[in-house]
């Protein structure tokens, strides 16, 4: 096996006809939502639930990449029924500030 001394040296690896592929797959950004951050203990036992309501014309998908984010960021579990995501804990204004800085307003209501 070769040792390679620099970076340069790697280019020897690719062969002299390669041409890259650009991704065929774009994404179209997430149209700017009217939010509303729900804060509720109902029925929980006493442990509290952010409820985020008001999501139109979007797909399950965009949802599911919207909660996916806000969880990956936060480190907390949730979920996603009837188009409205559930997040396990009381952190709503950490969660305003992610969807506020991803272009989407947020009303906070209750609580």
Same mark, same amino acid.
């Given at each position: 096996m070769k040792k390679f001394n620099s970076l340069n040296d790697l280019s020897s690896l690719i062969p002299k006809?390669?041409?890259s592929v650009p991704p065929s797959e774009t994404k179209t950004p997430i149209p700017a939502q009217d939010l509303e951050a729900h804060f509720s203990v109902k029925g929980r036992a006493g442990n509290?639930?952010?409820?985020?309501k008001g999501f139109s014309d979007l797909k399950k998908d965009d949802i599911n990449n919207i909660a996916k984010t806000i969880k990956n960021k936060l480190g907390?579990? =949730?979920?996603? !029924? *009837?188009?409205?995501?559930?997040?396990? =804990?009381?952190? !709503? *204004?950490?969660?305003?500030?992610?969807?506020e800085s991803l272009g989407h307003s947020v009303k906070r209501v209750g609580g």
């Open positions: 006809n390669y041409k509290p639930v952010i409820i985020i907390i579990g =949730g979920s996603i !029924r *009837d188009n409205e995501i559930y997040f396990q =804990g009381n952190k !709503r *204004d950490k969660i305003t500030l992610i969807l």
